[in-house]
């Protein structure tokens, strides 16, 4: 099995609201060292505390007290210290933010669980099925994973050969909703990070030298947007035509619908 590349270590100026949730209570504390040592970060400070927020919760401290601090470590806390200058030093209470509910999944942090602990998640919060959640937080969870359903018989759900050993050959995890004598069965499986490209200019010794000729005419162009060449439906040939998606059928899907059951009771 293919190893994930290693991460570079994140710092307070390439902190943001997703990779946050790569960290754990130490690393905070791990980044916060460097407050003390350039008069950026503490001038920003109130700025990395606020992305810290959104995947901890962070007590400050008022005063370094031993029976405050083992109180709040009782409640799941990493308790602290770090140093804003050579005067003033800060004790803060940490703990990550749990992934319990439905309602805790965003856009930041469903890149940063398993699909067992979507599954997790769900069967938590489930009881109606798929259909139950909101489509602002099926929209959060699709951009994480791939999701597929389907609602079969309880004995034809696991028939050999079929949807569901298949997805689960292929990766999937599967929760199962069970509605009588049927079965909803959803899979879930991360879909692949996929890279940024990145913008590249091309730059030659002479950039910074523009001529009045080609200063002109850039701002002609400007000037004078160029019309796109009329367009009809005649144009349209096959070879220049395509669809953007494709509709694939299932063949054990058709074969299990509802008439299918009937027909054969």
Not at 42 to 53: A, C, G, Q
Not at 83 to 107: E, F, G, H, Q, S
Not at 155 to 161: A, I, M, N, S, V
Not at 219 to 233: C, G, L
Request: proline share 5%.
């Amino acid at each position: 099995m293919k190893q994930p590349a290693a991460k570079k270590t994140l710092t307070l100026k390439t902190l943001n609201k997703n990779n946050v949730w790569d960290l754990q209570e130490n690393d905070i504390f791990r980044m916060m060292d460097d407050i003390g040592k350039d008069v950026d970060y503490k001038d920003n400070l109130p700025h990395y505390t606020d992305i810290m927020r959104s995947a901890f919760t962070i007590e400050e401290i008022g005063e370094d007290s031993p029976a405050l601090n083992k109180k709040y470590e009782k409640q799941g806390f990493k308790v602290g210290q770090f140093r804003i200058d050579d005067n003033t030093k800060k004790t803060w209470a940490i703990k990550k933010r749990p992934i319990m509910r439905v309602t805790d999944l965003t856009y930041e942090n469903i890149h940063h669980i398993s699909a067992a602990k979507l599954i997790e998640v769900l069967d938590r919060n489930f009881g109606g099925g798929w259909d139950s959640l909101s489509q602002s937080l099926k929209d959060i969870i699709e951009s994480g994973f791939d999701i597929s359903t389907t609602t079969l018989p309880k004995d034809r759900l696991h028939k050999p050969g079929g949807m569901y050993d298949k997805k689960v050959a292929d990766g999937f995890e599967v929760l199962e909703i069970p509605k009588g004598t049927w079965v909803e069965a959803i899979f879930a499986k991360p879909k692949p990070e996929m890279e940024k490209p990145k913008l590249t200019l091309q730059q030659t010794a002479n950039d910074d030298e523009i001529s009045e000729d080609d200063f002109n005419r850039l701002s002609d162009d400007d000037e004078e947007p160029v019309e796109p060449d009329d367009f009809s439906d005649d144009d349209i040939t096959e070879d220049n035509y395509r669809t953007t998606f494709e509709i694939e059928s299932d063949p054990d899907e058709e074969a299990d619908n509802i008439s299918d059951f009937d027909n054969e009771a």
